[in-house]
């Protein structure tokens, strides 16, 4: 890197620092988000100079950890976060929890002390590889400046390929600060090939192919349940295409919303822990069900309590996924998500459906129908019953009122549950954390899709537990003059928690209950637009204003505190009748 700084660097002389950022500005990493400390600053300097990478300041690392996750949802690339040593990256655990859980590719880096003073009880001393391993694919102390290139083209890799995930450097502070003569590196290393190489996307054993479309073929009542995989790589359209061949219902996991268009007739909603009706009813009534990039858990079989159908096709890049709780049913098919599918449906099309074909055409169209009753009954269920705004209505007013091909990013809680309702037309434009269910989320992420996305609008919904423990981030939405509209979906307290006492102890509730707080002045008190709104009426155009006005804006919604996502009849288990 050519130039000078405070470092002193030379065109001969090169920091870790320095190299550290030539890496990510050959994987076109574009943000790095953090919070600067002592040991960071070889990083930080150096990305001043770092056209066109960015550092945002986050207000805590937690935030950032976060936002790095979102750039990998959201991309397939890693995104990027640091800290300094001790709290810094402690801070950072939940935030790389999330994205080990649900898949999202990330390079965390945490900057050590020096090397002379790992485990002598330095300032804010801590083994980060130790406290993170648990969480990262691959964890590495880079403790020689000559192996800062390899362990950031490693580090790429093992985010990368396989099932992503996030991986951890962790750089002493003085591998990162003392120039070298650039000879001693070694030859520069094209990064840019390896971020730019094609996916390879393994199509499966030919021969399980073959037995998996034999099954398919022959089932009356076929269904195919999308995971996070198929999010991941890119299936949702070679799973509609298998879909109309065979007339088959497609459901998704929690984790899978998103990989394909909510509005597409041959779509039936999330499955998980909670319901839908809708959904469970669809799996109720199937022989044989692929299970594409869909590990099966416990949060997509209600802890394994669901009735799954007889014969299972399960489709996964891990081969330790494939079969682990439903051996005994199990065809398994190792391989890329959108690979293996495409294959099936090439091996449908060049074959006759067989005899089941009618009857998957008539129990399509009688699911169609369920389908109609089910959005009515929502619609007459979902209105409020004690005052402020019902959780059902306020998605579908803020659908209405929202662009179509919006990324929508909903925290943890009721949110995420209530996305059930949120219309999806265009895959790639849903957020939430899934897998550790990390609170906090919908705001740091929501940040980091309008950066990533300028040009695309951007809707949080966070529940006011959430964004309590976010709240600092209101300030860093101002500072960047970001464009998104978060609402907050207010019900004064712990409200998913609350609602799970209530139903399971009699009613007594403990630790749930907040005060009144007025977040739509506290909005404006960071530099948003904000408005509170206690009735249905008054929140579509709150919307409609705050997308139209190219200005952050907070929109505080009193929700209805009779409402229970637990007992809202739409998400209960189908229950065949005798």
Known sequence: MAGSGRNGSTEGRVTGGQLVVEALQGLGVRFVFGVPGGQTLAITDALRDSNPIRFVTARHEGAAAVMADAIGRLTMQPGVCIATTGPGVTNMITGIGGALRDSSPMIAIACNNRLGDLDKDDAQNADHIAILRPLVKWAKLVADVRGIPQAMEEAYIRATTGNPGPVLLDFARDVLETPVERKLIGPRRDFGRLAESPRQRPAGDPERIAEAAALLAAAEKPAIWLGNGSKISDAGEAALKLARRLDAPIITTFNGIGAVPTTDPNVYGPLSRMGTELSSRVLADTDVVLAVGNSLNAISTARWSLEMPPRIIQVDVDQAMIGRYYADRTLGVLGDARGVVDALADALTAAPLGAAAKARKKRLADLARERGTWWARAAEKGKASVGGIAPAELIAAVREATPKDAVAVFDAGNPGVWSYLWEITRPGTYMKPVGFGN????????????????????????????????????????????????????????????????????????????????????????????????????LSGAVRKAFDSGKPWLIDALIDPGANAWTFPLFRRYEAKA
């Open 439 to 538: 609170m906090g989320f919908a705001l740091p992420a929501g940040i980091a899709a309008k950066l990533e996305r300028p040009g695309e609008p951007v809707i949080v919904f966070v529940g006011d537990g959430s964004l309590g423990m976010t709240l600092g981030e209101l300030e860093t939405v101002a500072r960047e003059k970001l464009p998104i509209c978060i609402v907050v979906m207010n019900d004064r307290g712990y409200g998913n928690i609350r609602q799970e006492q209530i139903l399971h102890y009699n009613g007594r509730t403990v630790g749930v209950d907040f005060t009144d707080v007025d977040y739509a002045a506290i909005a404006r008190a960071s530099g948003l637009e904000g408005v509170r709104v206690d009735k249905l009426d008054g």
